[in-house]
């Protein structure tokens, strides 16, 4: 068995979580990475993964779905020997404006944003306890400090992983396991190609750094979180997005 920190990622081969999971397996950590659909495309990061020379597995789970995380949490102990860093950035949009918006759009995004974090987190917090090395990382998101019309499932969602990030905080610090966010601004991925041209136009004027944002960036502040440097931090939401909320 391996004596590296092993760090789970959920929807870890695309966009931000991909970037994750690269700049955490180049520092060195084993690196089990969860996806959601395309096994062709998580064959293919863990090959790139690999070449770091780190561990690396694939898991297919939905993380809306308790039992399927309690399985998926248990393979990566089993096949790792251990887990330390949890990164929950699996996520989904659905956007509409209050009065289009249906009672599923937003029953779907409340349960992968919001209950996927809450079943990550109840699921491997008594492993991080006992590993004497235990990081949470959150990715939650600018709406949910700030708002953003048409995406009231969406902010909530967002805004209450800051709740729950808070929370076990205080529950697991006890034994030095910090629990933090990140919450993105406008980040160039397949989440915000979706965007039409006019909105993005609009956010870039409220942007003082005038740019989107790239995936690394958001992966650089985790591997920090992450990290021993970090150690005296927890509880704490890192807004990355070019100074949009402050
Ligand atoms: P993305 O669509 O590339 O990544 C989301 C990943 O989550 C995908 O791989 C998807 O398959 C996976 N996923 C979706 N539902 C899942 C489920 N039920 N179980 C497991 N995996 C699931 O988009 P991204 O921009 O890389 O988003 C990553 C995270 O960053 C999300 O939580 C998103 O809300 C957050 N975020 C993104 C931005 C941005 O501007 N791109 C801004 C703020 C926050």
Redesign the pocket.
């Known amino acids: 068995m391996s004596d590296k920190k092993v760090a789970l990622i959920?929807?870890g081969?695309?966009?931000?979580?991909k970037a994750i999971a690269h700049k955490l397996a180049i520092s060195g950590y084993d690196i089990a990475l969860?996806?959601?659909?395309?096994d062709e495309q998580a064959a293919s990061v863990v090959k790139e993964l690999e070449a770091f020379n780190v561990r690396v597995i694939a898991i297919k789970?939905?993380?809306?779905k308790y039992q399927e995380v309690e399985q998926m949490v248990k393979e990566v102990v089993t096949k790792l020997g251990n887990l330390n860093i949890v990164v929950n950035?699996?996520?989904?949009?659905d956007d509409a404006l209050i009065l289009r918006m249906q009672e599923e759009q937003f029953d779907r995004v409340i349960s992968?944003?919001l209950k996927?974090v809450w079943n990550v987190c109840r699921h491997v917090s008594k492993v991080l306890l006992k590993s004497g090395y235990g990081r949470i990382i959150n990715?939650?998101?600018?709406?949910g400090i700030m708002g953003n019309a048409g995406q009231s499932n969406?902010s909530a969602a967002?805004a209450g992983v800051i709740g729950i990030t808070k929370t076990l905080a205080r529950e697991l610090a006890s034994r030095s396991v910090t629990v933090n966010a990140v919450?993105?601004?406008?980040?160039q991925?397949?989440?915000?190609d979706k965007l039409p041209e006019t909105i993005i136009n609009n956010v870039l004027e409220q942007i003082p750094l005038k740019k989107l944002g790239h995936?690394e960036d958001i992966a650089n502040a985790v591997a920090f979180l992450a990290s021993p440097d970090a150690s005296y931090i927890t509880g704490q939401v890192i807004s990355i997005d070019g100074g949009l909320a402050m």
């Open positions: 959920t929807g081969t695309t966009g931000i979580g969860n996806y959601y659909v395309g789970a939905d993380v809306s950035n699996a996520g989904i949009t992968t944003n996927g990715i939650s998101s600018v709406t969406y967002k919450a993105p601004g406008f980040i991925t397949q989440m915000t995936a």
